[in-house]
């Protein structure tokens, strides 16, 4: 996968510390082997905050992700691994936990985007290939994806219309997605469990229904070929998943979007 201009998406040129857009005269710096291709003057001040606070909060974030039992990630990782094929883009990578367990005869190419630079340098210390870049604005040219995959609520943050319409855009025509949202009544219901304010449980891009969620994807020509949904609620599954290695059944069809906690949404692009 051949990195492209996230303004003009023009194929960039190597220099020696940076990438050049020759038709906009745009230049990347390269810093500690990750490209920087944030446009930021394009980031609206709400999103700016939002990256702010994720690279403030990488220290713990990363000390967090230290904790969490593989109980609690196997089953959401578990379809997005399967759909990985050809040329790979994970979105949202984080430090490269999930991209780096991408991998197999199918695979010929990968490559992880985030906004957060403490989080991509993680990613880049494991030896994979990334970039400094968002969802809304993907360093890459129209179908040049086999595979989109987004894991562990990568999307939740994001503006996620317009991340979905560059997912539709860099994927190749019958090229497969699968990335991860939450179940808004599961997180409610887990959020009263939790004792939690309702607007600091949920989130816009949470999930309520199955027909609208779609619609949303047919926007961009992504059609939704499976969804499944974890029946995860904080310390009432927690024992469960342990005995069952993780290995909870998954919830399917609109019952994964009303009921599950994680909604893992598994598709292709007309």
Not at 108 to 123: E, N, Q
Request: charged residues 25%; hydrophobic residues 45%; proline residues 6%.
């Amino acid at each position: 996968m051949r990195l492209a201009c996230p303004t003009c998406r023009a194929f960039l040129d190597e220099l020696d510390d940076a990438l050049r857009c020759l038709p906009c005269r745009r230049r990347f710096p390269i810093v500690d082997g990750v490209p920087d291709l944030l446009v930021r003057e394009e980031i609206p001040v709400e999103q700016a905050s939002v990256i702010a606070d994720w690279e403030s909060g990488a220290d713990e974030y990363l000390a967090w992700l230290g904790t969490l039992p593989v109980a609690r990630t196997r089953p959401i990782d578990r379809p997005l691994l399967a759909a990985a094929r050809g040329d790979v883009l994970e979105v949202g990578c984080g430090d490269g936990r999930l991209l780096g367990r991408v991998g197999g005869p199918t695979v010929r190419s990968k490559l992880g985007v985030d906004p957060s630079r403490p989080l991509v340098s993680a990613a880049r210390s494991r030896g994979l290939r990334v970039a400094l870049a968002r969802a809304e604005q993907l360093p890459l040219a129209d179908r040049s994806v086999d595979t989109v995959i987004s894991g562990y609520y990568a999307l939740r943050y994001a503006d996620l219309d317009r991340a979905l319409g560059e997912i539709g855009r860099v994927l190749r025509p019958g090229g497969r997605f699968a990335f991860t949202l939450l179940g808004r009544n599961a997180v409610w219901l887990a959020g009263r469990i939790e004792r939690l304010d309702s607007a600091q449980a949920t989130s816009p891009n949470d999930v309520a229904s199955a027909v609208a969620l779609r619609g949303r994807l047919a926007r961009w020509r992504l059609r939704v070929d499976g969804l499944l949904g974890t029946p995860y609620v904080p310390r009432l599954t927690a024992g469960l998943g342990r005995l069952t290695g993780g290995r909870l059944p998954y919830l399917r069809g609109a019952i994964a979007v009303w009921l599950g906690f994680d909604v893992i949404v598994v598709g292709h692009r007309e």
